[in-house]
């Protein structure tokens, strides 16, 4: 066997590993080795006597991945994000937002749906989760939307899709471990996410306000605030600002000259702040002690998942499987664009059944670079790429859309984990209602990365603009 | 795909084991929890030292690199008996009693073979960082203000040595319900439908609000 057809069986052994049960991790990384092995030994003939140097070869290129691949300065952002999610929910950021979110935007046909969509996205935004945060809203925004007579499957609803918006607007952790697989800029990525991410927000409360327009008895306007009351509900909701707010200084000065720093020390200033938040409303160290296991636990789980595929990539590399992987698909007889939206599809049916972060790892070492061979490699200039982006755009142009993607399966049946987190913090409503009350949103979607696809300037416009990408 | 797991326990030899080890594992999980919080504390002294005071931190790149072993890998046994690394449990989720922990038994058994010999091949890594003649027993060190390197790559075979003997405990777990054919086992994490998962989801979150306002 070549070392193609080894890296074939390989995958294919990893799949079933992963079908069966073992965790992602774990399957990646043992598929890895096997792979390290395997071709080692058949370097050396399959000779018996030299199995014993190829696992010793193997084992030890594979023990190096650990260590050197995680001591690196651009993952403590991981961390880092992820502490400012478990710490944004003793801040007393949600019910702040809700109601800074209400006084602003509730006069707004739909208005408290509006508001839901809002203060969703951006407590979602800067806790990293998108399940917890629905979970959150359902307990605080439901009742109220109950209260003025909305369609419970639709107040459900919008709970579970606005939690999804989590995973573009800065910080976002799926977006850094994108970058770091895939070896773009951090930080181009993450200011890339920012219009995408507003985008939705804002096609989702055009959505709410269009059915309210139409659908008679939706909800009622809720207003009667004075511009004094809105300015007082700033306050309690300004860490969330701030958050967003620091972490793009870091990356990008507004005023002219070097960034103010790294997005590390902006995503750690963020953290202080919200830690700060947190102390002031009350935590204490059972809290605290709580919220620093979660996020060991959390933090871990993902970085078993990057040094588990690392090792699987550094057999990939052996076998040379991307680049007869990237050969196959830009010789397929069909235009790339036709190409790029089966791949696109695979990944939505892939999401129904797996976690948004394994699948991305799992799949981005092969598939990415297939994509930047099917827009006419790294180097391509705009005009003459096959999607109309350059090699640098391309590589953080579908990493939104993918990110995108995989957000979508949240909301999506059998394993749709947002609807399913609504439906168990209200007894009253049942999944299938919450699935068919995101349904309206899981349209909206659908036509915002059809948006994103076909004007690629969308994504592109801030890292261009600021960067120079 | 799961993340959260529960563990049952009785009075065996194998669930004190069992809770015995976790002690340890939510030690060292706190270690690594503590670790990210030191790295913000690091990077506020860091921005600060250098905007306010003109005096940068020395050596900061190199303090965030130690650290991310130990927020990366210490909790790894940890995450293990929570049954916190995701998995796809479309399949497994299906199945019932023996057949279910004869699968369980066989995944983890290949998981446990793996982290043997990551232990071998992270140990190897350690090896060659490590020496008694050098400065601080050290080959290699840090690029700016030259920290060894060695006591942060001595981490993760430790840690992947916890992590095997948590594997164990749970290889134990999964052989005693295959041979009693029992429907809820000790000390292993149970897989729980995504309704289940959610509710768990929620609790984490719940209450803060309510309690503080």
């Known amino acids: 066997m070549d070392s193609i057809e080894i890296g074939l069986v390989v995958v ?99 208005g408290l749906a509006v508001s839901t969509v809002f203060a969703t996205a951006g407590f979602a935004a800067v806790s990293g989760a998108s399940v917890a945060t629905s979970a959150v809203f359902a307990r605080i925004a ?57 985008f939705s927000a804002v096609i989702y409360a055009a959505l709410v306000i269009g059915l309210a327009m139409t659908i008679k008895g939706f909800g009622p306007p809720v207003g009667g605030f004075t511009w004094k009351q809105r300015f007082a509900s700033l306050p309690g909701a ?36 919200v830690f700060l938040m947190a102390l002031y409303r009350g935590m204490r160290w059972p809290q605290l002690k709580g919220a620093l296991l979660e996020t060991a636990k959390l933090t871990v789980m993902i970085f078993s998942i990057i040094w588990g595929v690392l090792i699987f990539v550094r057999f990939l590399g052996f076998a040379d499987l991307p680049g007869v992987f990237s050969d196959w698909i830009t010789g397929l007889d069909q235009s790339p664009m036709l190409t790029l939206i089966f791949i696109l599809l695979a990944y939505a049916v892939l999401g ?30 705009a005009a003459d790429s096959a999607f109309g982006v350059s090699g640098a755009g391309c590589a953080i142009w579908f990493g939104i859309i993918v990110v995108k993607m995989a957000e979508l399966a949240l909301i999506t049946p059998p394993i749709g984990l947002n609807c399913f987190v609504v439906a168990g913090v209200r007894p009253d409503i049942s999944v299938q209602e919450v699935f068919r009350g995101a349904s309206p949103f899981f349209v909206a979607d659908a036509l915002t990365i059809a948006g994103l696809i076909a004007f690629p300037s969308i994504v592109l416009y801030l890292p261009n603009l600021l960067l120079g990408v | 795909m799961s993340g959260h797991s529960n563990v049952l326990e009785d009075g065996s030899l194998l669930s004190r084991l069992d809770r015995g080890l976790f002690k340890l594992e939510t030690i060292l999980a706190l270690v690594g929890g503590l670790a990210a919080f030191s790295l913000m504390l690091l990077a506020v002294v860091s921005v600060s030292g250098r905007n306010l005071f003109n005096q940068p931190l020395p050596g900061y790149i190199d303090w965030i690199e130690q650290a991310m072993p130990l927020i990366a890998f210490v909790g790894v046994s940890y995450t293990q008996r929570l049954g916190g690394h995701i998995r796809m449990d479309i399949l497994v989720g299906r199945l019932r009693g023996r057949t279910l922990w004869i699968t369980e038994f066989t995944t983890t058994f290949l998981m446990l073979i793996l982290m043997i010999l990551l232990v071998w091949g992270t140990w190897a890594h350690f090896q060659r960082a490590f020496d008694f003649g050098s400065p601080n027993w050290s080959r290699d060190s840090s690029l700016d203000i030259g920290l060894p390197l060695w006591p942060m790559k001595l981490v993760v075979p430790i840690a992947f040595g916890v992590l095997c003997l948590r594997m ?29 998962t959610a509710a768990n989801e929620a609790a984490t979150v719940s209450g803060f609000d309510e309690e503080t306002k």
Do not use: C
Request: hydrophobic residues 60%; negative net charge; proline residues 6%.
């Open chain 2, 168 to 196: 164990a405990l749970q290889l134990w777990g999964y052989g005693r319900a295959i041979v009693s054919g029992d429907t809820s086992p000790i000390a292993v994490p149970l897989i729980e439908d995504a309704a289940t």
């Open chain 1, 238 to 273: 300004f860490p969330i600002f701030f958050v967003v707010a620091i972490i793009i200084f870091f990356i990008y000065n507004p005023f002219g000259g070097d960034a103010w720093g790294t997005p590390t020390e902006g995503g750690a200033l963020g953290a202080f702040v």
């Open chain 1, 142 to 198: 439901i009742p109220e939307m109950l209260k003025e007579g909305y369609d419970k499957r639709f107040a459900a609803g919008v709970v579970a899709a606005a939690g999804t918006l989590a995973s573009l607007i800065p910080p976002s952790a799926i977006l850094v471990i994108y970058a770091i697989i895939v070896e773009q800029d951090v930080g181009a990525l993450l200011l890339a996410g920012f219009i995408p991410g507003a």
């Open chain 1, 352 to 381: 129904m059944f797996m976690d948004a972060i394994g699948m991305l790892l799992l799949t981005l070492p092969v598939v990415y670079p297939a994509v930047i061979a099917l827009n006419g490699g790294e180097m391509v200039t």
């Open chain 1, 12 to 110: 294919g052994i990893m799949l079933f590993m992963v079908l069966i049960g073992m965790r992602v991790a774990f399957a990646a990384a043992l598929a890895g080795m096997l792979g390290l092995i395997w071709i080692f030994w058949a370097k050396k003939g399959y000779d018996p006597t030299e199995f014993i140097w190829a696992l010793t070869v193997a084992v030890k290129t594979a023990g190096q991945v650990p260590h050197s691949k995680i001591a690196s300065q651009a993952l403590s952002l991981i961390p880092t994000f992820i502490l400012i999610g478990y710490l944004a929910y003793y801040a007393g950021l949600t019910k702040a937002l809700f109601e800074a979110a209400k006084r602003w935007v509730g006069w707004m046909p739909g």
